[in-house]
């Protein structure tokens, strides 16, 4: 028997699908807002605070990635202070850090 609701998966491959649709159509741009208004994640936004696992799993996994901006819209949050903006490294770090804290979204 499967430890997770049906919907819990298909929402994870969801999320999936249209990760990797952004990430190859996007992988050559720089502007992040260019980047954000990307049809597939603007999709992921809508998905809501299901997807938010789904983004800190993938900057756990991956590495610093411009989930910045979903995160920031889904959950009303910004971990990132002036002193590392700018720094991807620091600010998945930053986002990873909430998200342990936040609870119901850590990624440990």
Known sequence: MPTEAPETVSQE????????V????????S????????PA???IIAMGE????????DLADNGPEDWFW???VITDANPITEEIAGN???MTEAWLQW?????????S
């Open 99 to 107: 998200g342990n804290k936040a609870g119901n979204w850590s990624v």
């Open 22 to 29: 952004w990430k190859r159509d996007t992988r050559l741009l």
């Open 70 to 72: 979903a995160l920031h």
């Open 50 to 57: 299901v997807a938010v696992p789904f983004m800190l799993r």
């Open 31 to 38: 502007n992040v807002t260019t980047k954000a208004m990307h």
């Open 88 to 90: 991807m490294a620091a």
């Open 41 to 43: 994640y603007q999709k």
């Open 13 to 20: 491959q969801r999320f999936k699908n249209l990760a990797s």
